[in-house]
């Protein structure tokens, strides 16, 4: 398996709730490599196009202005299949189906106040690390753990 990158954001309740440290602190703590990180002001456009796919479905414009309420946390962040790791440690989008031990699980009550988002797959992880961060904005570098994490 190759390296993945995937988009990774704590939303407006994680950071209004102080959870920034503990998510971050999660994804590190797995060897994830934070390649990117901002907090960002999200605008109705970023918002629309970010949650594109879900266009018309009937959570569309509430998790619209969920997400423009206040700023969250966006990160890129790199490993062995990241994009699944990612999905696993933030459990399912229900909260109530969130296994207990992921972030979702262990701080969420409500689907509409879900935490986290992760990219579910290749096509959406290009899409939104292109839709969120600039080339510039992104840190290509070596982290002296890397080698311990892989055979
Ligand atoms: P995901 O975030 O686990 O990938 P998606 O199905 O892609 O879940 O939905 C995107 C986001 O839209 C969810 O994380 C959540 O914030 C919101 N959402 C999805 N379904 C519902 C719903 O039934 N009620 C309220 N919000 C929802
Ligand atoms: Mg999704």
Not at 51 to 62: A, Q, T, W
Not at 104 to 118: A, E, K, L, P, T
Request: net charge neutral; charged share 25%; glycine share 10%.
């Amino acid at each position: 398996m190759e390296k993945q990158r995937t988009f990774v954001m704590v939303k407006p309740d994680g950071v209004q709730r102080g959870l920034i440290g503990d998510i971050i602190n999660r994804f590190e703590k797995k060897g994830l490599k934070i390649v990117a990180m901002k907090m960002v002001s999200v605008n109705k456009e970023l918002a629309e196009k970010h949650y594109g796919l879900h266009k018309g479905k009937p959570f569309f414009d509430p998790t619209v202005k969920y997400i423009t309420s206040s700023p969250v946390v966006a990160m890129i962040l790199e490993g062995y299949n990241a994009i699944d790791l990612v999905r696993t440690m933030m459990g399912k989008t229900n909260p109530i189906d969130a296994a207990s031990g992921s972030i979702r699980g262990d701080f969420g009550q409500f689907i509409g106040r879900n935490i986290v988002h992760g990219s579910d797959g290749t096509d959406t992880a290009e899409m939104e690390i292109n839709l969120w961060f600039k080339p510039e904005e992104i840190s290509n570098y070596i982290k002296i753990d890397e080698k311990w994490l892989t055979e």
